[in-house]
């Protein structure tokens, strides 16, 4: 009988021992589907946050401007929200106003001239840096005094310099034997003046941004440069300039897109005038939706599109050179 026993058991055995073996698998398979949905959940609370804030700050007012632009709104169907759908009757009035060419024409010449400017003056800056002299970190720092300030106050600043008849401008040429010129009330001088404050206040972030795609190239290539006869000529534009190339597109494009927009320093310093002299797209969609007293909100919001799309053809003419450099 104690035989028969120890066999039964023995017999019994691996039956236990697999149905043990499968519920730990179970169990093991268990945890590792609680562990990732876990992670899911973490991820999605991350997450959640940043999706909250792109949908309330970035993807609904982009939808309220195009709703905007593609209904005839009035101040009384803005406030009720009746307004006609009109389709794009808002962008047939924006394009056929004579104001449209002029302020497209000094917002082109507006932005790419401070850009250019910006560009050129920050690389400059950049490489001078690049030296590593005693008084460098200082000076650098200094540097960074306009890109600091609060717009307001540099806008102020220039307007004051600009003054035809106090600025220090004014002031500085009368000491050198020039005629005073009439900066901000000229016609001729309106739009160069806010260009050269906007010059002023860019510089130092291409610098920033330049300054610090200089210390990602090899100092070994300058050395084999300089062994190989090269001069600084040459080592900037053998090898500068070229290494340069994805940090420039960058720097060019987030200049571009700012600039596209820059509305405040234009409008503290000539209001788009004198008449339409200064006005760019985004100093004339602001008159309409809220410059005068029977605003007009969906012609602004239609030129406010208009920006959006120009700002977004550059920065897929960006991403496909990108591509192809990366190719």
């Known amino acids: 009988m104690t035989i028969a026993r120890v066999d039964r058991r023995a017999q019994r055995s691996p039956a236990g021992s697999g149905a043990t073996g499968t519920g730990q698998r179970t169990n093991t398979s268990a945890l590792r589907r609680r562990q990732r949905r876990g992670s899911r959940l973490t991820a999605l609370a991350f997450i959640a946050p940043l999706v909250v804030y792109l949908a309330a700050f970035y993807l609904y007012p982009l939808y309220r401007n195009l709703d905007l632009s593609l209904r005839d709104y009035t101040v009384r169907s803005f406030v009720q929200g009746d307004a006609p759908f009109s389709g794009l009757d808002n962008f047939r009035t924006v394009l056929d106003d004579p104001?449209?060419?002029?302020?497209?024409?000094?917002?082109?010449?507006?932005?790419?001239?401070?850009?250019?400017?910006?560009?050129?003056?920050?690389?400059?800056?950049?490489?001078?840096?690049?030296?590593?002299?005693?008084l460098a970190p200082t000076l650098r720092a200094l540097f960074l005094i306009p890109w600091l300030l609060p717009l307001i106050v540099s806008a102020s600043t220039w307007s004051w310099m600009f003054n035809s008849e106090s600025g220090v401008i004014n002031y500085a040429l009368h000491l050198v034997g020039m005629s005073p010129v009439d900066w901000?009330?000229?016609?001729?001088?309106?739009?160069?003046?806010?260009?050269?404050?906007?010059?002023?206040?860019?510089?130092?972030?291409?610098?920033?941004?330049l300054y610090s795609g200089l210390q990602n190239i090899p100092g070994e290539l300058y050395e084999a440069a300089s062994l190989d006869g090269a001069g600084a000529w040459q080592q900037f534009r053998r090898i500068t300039f070229p290494l340069l190339r994805p940090v420039s597109a960058i720097t060019l494009l987030l200049g571009l897109v700012y600039t596209l927009k820059v509305f405040d320093l234009i409008w503290i310093m000539t209001k788009g005038g004198p008449?339409?002299?200064s006005s760019t797209l985004a100093?004339?969609?602001y008159q309409?939706?809220?410059g005068t007293l029977l605003p007009k909100f969906g012609p602004g919001a239609a030129v406010g599109n208009i920006l959006i799309l120009i700002a977004l053809v550059f920065g897929l003419l960006y991403i496909r050179v990108q591509r192809r450099q990366e190719a």
């Open 288 to 290: 309409l939706g809220f």
């Open 283 to 285: 100093t004339w969609s």
């Open 184 to 209: 901000l009330n000229s016609p001729d001088w309106a739009l160069t003046s806010v260009v050269i404050a906007n010059i002023w206040i860019g510089i130092p972030f291409n610098l920033v941004i």
């Open 275 to 277: 008449g339409d002299a």
């Open 99 to 134: 104001t449209f060419g002029p302020a497209m024409r000094h917002t082109l010449v507006f932005t790419f001239a401070s850009i250019a400017f910006q560009y050129a003056a920050g690389l400059a800056l950049a490489v001078f840096f690049n030296r590593h002299f005693r």
